[in-house]
């Protein structure tokens, strides 16, 4: 692709957020910034959590990693179904009963001080890294695309990344996010129908009959996995799409800000039924995408990347016509911001009421000053992150993502857990020492597992047993009365 083409069709798409983030942060209080007013409307949350859900990674990750494991992904999709369900009907009543601007607040109410801290500080951890590495990935793609061939380093084209989303979020927060985020999603799931069709119309695939037809005849296309010892067992990977829903969505301060911005529990409910439908549908359009993919590669005889996660951008830059080019780097680039700006709010927003205490500790005429530096003290760390991870990882991004999810958000699995289903107090001040030593534990039970299990290979669901060891844990040091 052209790479002033490239430039063009960037710059365009920034422009339009920085509109809306103009017309979204005027009149704006300091209250604005963590809660929009509770004034969102429920269908464009429900809408624009699809681009945060599924960010860059969902983008480019999944229809590669087809070609190691198959549709058996979609196998965590339908867990997620199940998970989502358990948020509405569990978690937004508590939230909405208790009026919460930080979920983590509630930790201090059921359990105590070092309980609160616990949580958020592994809220910042799992946020920090899960959302660096998504836009690591998409960051990777327009240095391919853009910035190699202008002979800028991948440091600076990282840098200019995340400066343009802290320019369009540092004023309005998530009151401008969930409009960026409805609008980033539209163009993510233009590109993915767009791609779909002129892939398949280059494939001779006429009319939506003979396009499904040729997806399920291929034996990629495989969803269900029913060895009990592989890692993508159906029974394994269902549990861990529930239990991954609701700590990476439930017990995530970044998407749950969102639904609390929502008029009412009523709204927020809607939001999430509606979300998840949609997610489902848009899941198995990205693996679909990934079968065409595979497809193009056979028949133009052209040498797969050995990175799975490189193939989508491959083809589209180098070998589809101009304009699906163009299509993919609007949808991954609408992809990567719609799930990088609401977590630069969110760190923000947890840092400056779980941490900071600001409501309590500053008056309102700093309050703004303290959000601010905060907000671009995030920006500069996931910068580094990003950095860091470019040096590190070797494997798909999508499995990076939920591996580094079962290790971190078992700690808030395990504590919100204890918390709804049992009426124990906990020993506070061992919660921390706790909610290290368990993910400790999981990390080694999952390494020898083979040996200590018959033959049992852990996958995602490594968070269940990091949740269950917190849990267990909790019950061990909880308070007699």
Not at 115 to 141: E, Q
Not at 144 to 150: A, M, N
Not at 436 to 451: M, Q, Y
Request: charged share 15%; proline share 2%.
């Amino acid at each position: 692709m052209d790479s002033k083409l490239v430039l063009i069709v960037i710059t365009s798409y920034f422009a339009l957020l920085f509109l809306i983030s103009w017309f979204t942060s005027r009149k704006v209080s300091s209250e604005t910034f963590f809660t929009g007013d509770r004034q969102s409307p429920w269908f464009l949350v429900a809408f624009g959590m699809i681009g945060a859900s599924l960010s860059g990674v969902t983008f480019v990750s999944v229809p590669g990693e087809i070609g190691n494991t198959q549709f058996h992904y979609f196998q965590v999709v339908l867990g997620y179904t199940l998970g989502y369900f358990t948020i509405a009907k569990v978690l937004l009543p508590l939230y909405y009963r208790l009026n919460l601007v930080s979920i983590y607040s509630y930790l201090e109410d059921r359990f105590g001080f070092w309980s609160y801290k616990t949580g958020a500080f592994f809220f910042i951890l799992s946020r920090t890294l899960g959302s660096s590495i998504r836009v690591f990935l998409v960051a990777g793609v327009l240095q391919l695309i853009l910035f190699d061939s202008w002979g800028i380093p991948f440091w600076v084209s990282v840098l200019i990344t995340v400066s343009l989303i802290w320019l369009y979020t540092h004023r309005g927060g998530i009151k401008t996010v969930v409009w960026t985020d409805t609008l980033q999603t539209l163009f993510m799931l233009l590109a993915v129908v767009v791609s779909i069709y002129l892939v398949a119309k280059d494939l001779g695939i006429l009319g939506v009959s003979e396009l499904v037809s040729n997806i399920v005849a291929d034996p990629r296309s495989e969803i269900f996995n029913w060895d009990w010892q592989s890692g993508t067992n159906f029974f394994k990977q269902f549990a861990s799409g529930a239990f991954i829903t609701i700590v990476m969505t439930g017990l995530d301060q970044d998407m749950m800000q969102k639904n609390l911005t929502c008029r009412n529990i009523g709204d927020a409910q809607k939001n999430m039924f509606w979300f998840t439908v949609i997610l489902v549908f848009v899941n198995l359009l990205f693996l679909s995408l990934g079968v065409l993919l595979y497809q193009y590669a056979e028949i133009k005889g052209l040498t797969v990347p050995a990175r799975t996660d490189d193939l989508y951008p491959f083809l589209a830059t180098q070998h589809f016509t101009a304009f699906a080019g163009i299509i993919f780097v609007l949808g991954i680039t609408a992809a990567a911001y719609s799930s990088a700006d609401s977590t630069l709010t969110a760190l923000t927003t947890s840092f400056c009421f779980d941490f900071l205490e600001i409501e309590k500790k500053y008056p309102k005429e700093k309050q703004v000053a303290v959000r601010k530096t905060v907000h671009l003290g995030f920006t500069f760390l996931m910068f580094f992150v990003i950095l860091l991870f470019r040096w590190i990882n070797d494997q798909s991004v999508i499995n990076a993502v939920f591996i580094i999810a079962g290790y971190t958000y078992g700690p808030l699995l395990g504590l919100y857990s204890f918390g709804l289903f049992t009426k124990w107090k906990v020993k506070d001040k061992v919660v921390p020492y706790l909610a290290i030593a368990a993910p400790v534990l999981a990390f080694v039970i999952s390494k020898n597992s083979e040996k200590l299990l018959w033959g049992y290979k852990f996958g995602f669901e490594v968070l269940i047993l990091n949740g269950l060891l917190m849990f267990l844990g909790l019950y061990l040091f909880r308070q007699k009365n």
